[in-house]
């Protein structure tokens, strides 16, 4: 059963911390996709990586550090320098080829009090 | 700078009727569509998709329409049902590259019974 799964589903850490969000995909995909909701926007997209030990700056990368060490995995950690960490964060994965989709775990919610 | 926009936050449709979501890109450059439907606190799941040489795409109860000229694109969903009710985001791609999706904000859309 093939997919992507993220853990936790809900996450709570106290302001000034450091916090690691797990991204995990078996679809043998070669790209992969942090992205960022907040209440009435869009998906932001935050890091991405084509291939293993590669990754780029999306749009809003202060902040948050990722690593693409195997395949399967595209860990991103939020560290004490993003000013405003609270929000939904999704990962995604997609397959080089014409169709450009991709497909998403089903999120975590951060909390930072 | 919003290269993808959704206008309505929120649509309320009757069971039964056509809902039509609409969305509006600024880069003429873009080149791939795709519509996304996303319940809360899921991630977001493919919905359909449309290439920018075509002016339209069918699925069941879903049709996009691109008009590149207006730089618009809207998805009916006919006839709606219950189950139809979540947010809709559109995104959209750019040739090549590394398969980066910009997202729109995303139109609620409610199934009234």
């Known amino acids: 059963d093939g997919g992507i799964t993220q853990s936790p589903k809900y996450l709570f850490r106290k302001e000034g911390q450091n916090v690691t969000l797990s991204c995990e995909q078996n679809?043998?995909?070669?790209?992969m996709y942090w992205y960022r909701q907040d209440p009435g926007q869009g998906l932001r997209l935050i890091y991405y990586?084509?291939?293993?030990?590669?990754?780029q700056k999306g749009d809003i990368a202060e902040g948050y550090s990722v690593s693409r060490e195997k395949k399967e995995s595209f860990p991103l950690t939020v560290t004490s320098a993003q000013k405003n960490p609270t929000a939904f964060y999704l990962c995604?994965?997609?397959?080089?080829?014409?169709?450009?989709?991709?497909?998403f775990g089903p999120g975590t919610r951060l909390t930072v009090t | 700078d919003q290269q993808v926009k959704q206008n309505s936050p929120s649509l309320s449709v009757q069971e039964g009727r056509i809902s039509i979501l609409n969305c509006d890109y600024t880069?003429?450059?873009?080149?791939?569509f795709l519509w996304y439907k996303k319940y809360p606190a899921e991630g977001p799941t493919f919905l359909i998709s449309i290439s920018s040489i075509k002016d339209k795409n069918e699925d069941g109860r879903f049709t996009v329409f691109l008009n590149k000229s207006a730089k618009h694109l809207s998805l009916h969903i006919v006839p709606s049902q219950p189950g139809d009710s979540a947010v809709y985001f559109c995104?959209?791609?750019?040739?090549?590259?590394?398969?980066?999706?910009?997202f729109g904000q995303g139109t609620r859309l409610t199934i009234n019974p």
């Open positions: 995104a959209a791609a750019l040739p090549q590259g590394a398969q980066k999706l910009v």
């Open positions: 880069n003429s450059m873009f080149d791939y």
């Open positions: 990586s084509q291939i293993v030990n590669d990754f």
């Open positions: 679809l043998n995909h070669d790209a």
């Open positions: 995604a994965s997609s397959i080089f080829g014409d169709t450009y989709e991709q497909y």
